[in-house]
């Protein structure tokens, strides 16, 4: 009996160890992941996502099925992320997640960013006190715009017009205001990332002035004071040296015009032969500077219509100088070959931290420039029929 009793304790002993040991190591798993759970309104939704947020990409981690509105998440995450919440591309929100965290997500509506609550994460509250404040401005702005394209036409137009632009103006100037007070007041939370990057629409940030880097900068130091290792101070620290780099090329730029060279940024790349053109090449036609993807569907269809356009002023003086923003040689090359275009198309392969893309404040395709005789820019971001009625302004007075 006694020797079964020493056999007994010492399987007792030896259970707690393995039962400590394992809860050791979920410990360890768990600091490697985090969780969301929640609840909306029923609706067609059968499922709901979560992406990773880089600056220009998201990642997908994981989805799961919604129950009567109910979801959970488990989540592989080894340092805080921005992380995308989704039911389709046009209807997300975005949280700030750390590891061992529990978020909890309450939707007032299946149309997540019209009202949701957040709790388990201090910094996705910040995030969503961001986040609401641009909606209510862009929501003020739009209004405007209505009132604006509304009153076009009607006697009396030219006296309101001043007065809707005004009004506009200060709405727009508020939301900066807001932004930078905000990082102003969170320079330690890394919420305060978000308000660097917030934009009134897909072309306009809503810190877009020169002057606005301090603040990159100003946030750029704390941040790798106290979290030098995380990927996304890495990533905001990159930004930063990146729009230094093009303020310096500004400025040398400035005063390239002063002394009568070109007046425009110069690229230098190499086109799909391997040989390396300049932008300022063309100098003495009217160029339209031009970035582009294979992958981008909207640019395929434009790259169709700016043949027709090539066609018929190329003659004239007028030429393509196309950047791609591939990072895949082979899908480049393809593309231009297959649709036949026959200006100048060169790419770095780096997107998206192509330095010609960064040059000219480029995030994604399709954008373009144009640049007349001189190297002047005078329109930018003309598409369809816009671009048609400019070429025909220049080329058929």
Not at 22 to 35: D, W
Not at 62 to 69: C, H, N, P, Y
């Amino acid at each position: 009996m006694a020797g079964y009793r020493d056999k007994s304790v010492l399987l007792r002993s030896l259970f707690i160890l393995l039962l400590v040991t394992a809860l050791g190591l979920s410990g360890c798993h768990n600091k490697e992941t985090m969780r969301i759970s929640g609840k909306i309104p029923p609706s067609d939704y059968q499922r709901i996502y979560v992406d990773l947020l880089d600056v220009n990409i998201s990642t997908p981690l994981d989805s799961a099925r919604l129950r009567k509105g109910k979801f959970h998440l488990h989540v592989p995450l080894s340092e805080p992320s921005f992380l995308l919440l989704k039911l389709d591309p046009y209807n997300y929100i975005t949280i700030l997640a750390s590891p061992g965290e529990h978020i909890r997500i309450t939707a007032d509506t299946s149309f997540l960013p019209a009202g949701y609550q957040v709790n388990g994460s201090e910094e996705s509250k910040l995030v969503k006190t961001l986040d609401d404040h641009l909606r209510r401005t862009i929501q003020k702005a739009d209004s405007i715009t209505t009132l604006y394209k509304t009153a076009m036409n009607q006697a009396g137009f030219d006296t309101l017009k001043t007065k809707l632009e005004d009004a506009y103006q200060k709405i727009i100037d508020g939301q900066r205001k807001f932004s930078i007070a905000f990082i102003l007041d969170h320079m330690h939370d890394l919420a305060s990332i978000k308000a660097i990057y917030q934009k009134i629409d897909d072309n306009a940030f809503v810190l877009n002035s020169i002057r606005d880097i301090q603040y990159l900068k100003i946030l750029s130091d704390t941040l790798t004071k106290y979290f030098p290792e995380l990927r996304i101070t890495r990533a905001l620290v990159t930004d930063f040296n990146r729009e230094m780099s093009k303020y310096k090329q500004m400025q040398l730029n400035a005063m390239a015009q002063k002394s009568g060279t070109i007046g425009y940024l110069d690229i230098k790349l190499p086109d799909i032969n391997g040989d390396t053109v300049k932008l300022s090449s063309l100098r003495g036609k009217y160029i339209l500077l031009s970035f582009w993807a294979s992958w981008c569907d909207q640019c395929i269809q434009e790259n169709l219509e700016f043949k027709t356009l090539y066609k018929k002023y190329h003659s004239k003086g007028f030429d393509i100088y196309q950047v791609s923003l591939d990072n895949r040689r082979d899908a480049w090359t393809r593309a231009v070959r297959f649709d036949e275009l026959p200006w100048i198309n060169v790419s770095d392969l780096s997107y998206p931290n192509s330095p010609a893309a960064n040059l000219y404040n480029v995030r994604q395709p399709p954008r373009n420039f144009l640049l007349d005789p001189k190297g002047d820019l005078i329109a930018r971001d003309l598409h369809g029929r816009s671009l048609q009625i400019k070429l025909s302004q220049i080329f058929e007075p």
